[in-house]
């Protein structure tokens, strides 16, 4: 046996199957597989670093229906299938005729992450980050959430049989408290908004060796599950990259692990390494990297959010920067909406292809809509809408702008008479 | 063109793939195919008869990832999978080892029916029943109901752009309300019970020639979906039947189609015939199917429902003598549980396996430790749970049994102590 990497106490080396090395996103400082997440050199985010070696679509193919088919380009281990988690991925992706001809595009695909366990895609970046943690001996599933987080950290904790240490703002509402607390872990309201439960996480962290929190300590391999929505695009469409892509941006990991996915699935040549563009989404009450797209700046100014997407609420996103490297460099572009156009967006893919998302995919849909009408999108170019939540999640968003058509009695010329037929 | 068969006008011969003719139930009368539901013979049910001709493994395998790749065994036409629908199934088999062992069952495998499109099983026999009545010449798709298949029927018309039109009691709660509203149809709230609105649907059903009443009119094709789980679980389980299964009863089409589905599996040759034990699950509010098999008569006294399991809580079910039959033929047995017993049973699916069932998984899970208990499932062979519908749809269920650990204030140390960490 050798000794740890890590921090934690731990007596076996940690098998992240093909991940390597820790690399600073700044100034590429590279240092080993370790339980951080912040360079000490340059101070900037880490990622992993891989030697993937041979990798085959074969292969891939032959593995689960799940994101474990993706195990060789993923900082997990070996037998990672035969390890109890959630088992999140193979997700639909939608030929969406219908809502494409609403919104002026020859071809578009919706990749419809409601169909996850928890039913977002929290739970391809949970379920990584727990396999990563096991193998760093850690023995908790921890994290700071208004929602989304919440669920999937609680879930993926329940099913291996760890414990969770989930933290939420008092103030949550019910459904959303209900919907981690059934899973019978750790949850703790916290007297305070979100930024203050974030704060404790991270001091917790520093605490408790054995604490993983998903999206602090272990943060690294948590943020390289995103990449998986790439990598099932990418075979959904019969291994291509699409031209056009279109990605809600939270802190912003999400779109740079995307960009990351559909790179390296190019110089693995498992596609061709075609051109493809990276669109950005946000809602106008927490818009900060739409703003430094606009204004061309390379930095993002932080803002106090005001949105009913409060999935994407992040006023100060880590990846900003990095996210606007991708968009400027693939040729894309980013724009924000009202939230009145938030939840236009949701009732039109529900109308149109009969999926209900939280308000982050009607960011989305509202997003495309506005970049078609202002010709950053090409019309003619296939197009891919990321649409990762539940509108099961976030009904406060529609309840004052549906509802039955009428209230009849039971009588069928009543109802002849209300629809005119 | 040959004149139609139904009592539709439309223009085509409706191609419903291996389906030949319609048998009654009771007597075994054949008639053509239509959308038709009872017979004029007997006055019992008609169900879709087939002609299968070969039927490979391998063709299923090749086929799309949902449950048109068992579109050979369905009355659906043979380009279905091009056709706009909601392409639900592939749903996880998850297998459900920390819930064996707290069940005292060797091998539990959870089929997870919640990563349908609008989370329930309704999804897989709504396609199905939109794919036949479109060959059928209807236009419009329509239902009555109390939530889960109203969310389906609605979605999948949306998908398909068709005009829907559901029919809810008024009373219903505002949440199933914009989950159903959201995808835009036809959405009529009627001032009665659940009976009145089905009583108008039917009455509507004969006045409007257009209107395929999923679960009226083409009743026959709509159950025949349920089949698809039965598929997928054995497909799942490597192209095997298991030894036991517990299915929740509500009308009880849908045990009485995973039964149809391993028969048809064995007698086509692409499982062994293997013998296999039925078991029926039923909330104890509404349990007459439970109560005729305790008591050994093959007929069912109907019951006013008085039950949190809505999604099961139909009085008189109409499939409930055939129920009987199966049980009582594969040696399996029906058992229903309280309440309590129902929040016990999804508190404990979450705890033991990340999975937030509605209240009828919790009857299920809750009836598989009962049936446990009195003896009657035999510990030692497999067992597969059916969990058909999602927890975020009966959030009041839980809603006085969890909650947060505790209320505290931002700091670490109010975290420790509370945690005893």
Redesign the interface.
């Known amino acids: 046996m050798t000794a740890t990497l890590g921090t934690t106490s731990t007596t076996k080396t940690p098998d992240l199957g093909p991940a390597v090395e820790l690399v600073s996103k700044e100034e590429g400082h590279r240092q080993p597989l370790a339980p951080e997440f912040v360079s000490a050199e340059d101070f900037s985010p880490l990622e992993v670093a891989y030697d993937f070696g041979r990798v085959r679509r074969e292969d891939i193919e032959a593995g689960p ?2 994101i474990w088919r993706y195990k060789k380009l993923l900082p997990v281990p070996s037998n990672v299938e035969e390890i ?1 988690n ?2 999140p991925g ?1 997700t ?1 992706l ?1 030929r969406a ?2 809502l494409a001809k609403e919104l002026g595009l020859k071809r578009v695909w919706v990749k ?1 992450d ?6 977002s895609f929290k739970d391809r970046v949970v379920a990584v980050a727990l396999a990563a943690a096991r193998e760093f001996g850690f023995e908790v599933l921890a994290c700071p959430s208004t929602g989304n987080l919440a669920n999937a950290t ?8 760890w414990r969770s ?1 989930v ?2 703002p ?1 103030t949550l509402e ?2 959303k ?3 981690t ?4 872990g ?7 908004n979100y930024d ?2 974030n ?2 996480a991270t ?2 962290a520093g ?2 060796p054995k604490w993983a929190f998903v999206n602090v300590n272990v943060r690294p391999y948590y943020s390289e599950g995103s990449k998986t929505l790439a990598f099932e695009v990418a075979e959904q469409l019969g291994w291509r990259i699409p031209p056009q892509i279109v990605v809600p941006i939270a802190s912003g990991s999400q779109l740079t692990k995307v960009d990351k996915g559909f790179r390296e699935l190019g110089q693995l040549g498992l596609v061709d390494a075609s051109p493809y563009k990276v669109f950005g989404a946000q809602a106008t009450g927490c818009s900060p990297v739409s703003a430094a797209f606009r204004e061309g700046h390379d930095v993002v100014q932080p803002v106090k959010p005001d949105t009913i997407a409060r999935s994407l609420a992040i006023g100060n996103p880590a990846d900003g920067p990095y996210v606007l490297d991708i968009v400027n460099r693939t040729g894309g572009a980013i724009e924000d909406v009202s939230d009145e156009e938030v939840v236009e967006g ?2 039109l893919l ?7 998302t939280e308000t982050a995919g009607g960011v989305t849909v509202a997003t495309a809509k506005k970049l078609v009408e202002t010709g950053k999108l090409d019309p003619d170019a296939e197009t891919v809408l990321l649409i990762t939540g ?4 976030t ?1 406060d968003a ?2 004052n702008h ?11 010329a009543a ?2 008479e ?2 005119g ?1």
């Open positions: 229906k799940n109890p959630t088992e193979a639909r939608v005729d219908r419809d409601t169909g996850n366990p928890t039913h609680a879930a993926a904790a329940a099913r291996a049989g240490v933290l939420i008092k019910r459904a408290i209900l919907t607390a059934v899973y019978d750790d949850l703790l309201a916290i007297d305070g203050d439960v704060r404790l001091e917790l605490e408790h949701i009732r529900a109308r149109t292809e009969g999926i209900f539940d509108g099961l999640k009904l529609i309840e549906v509802g039955p058509k009428a209230t009849l009695p039971p009588s069928a109802v002849n209300a629809l037929s």
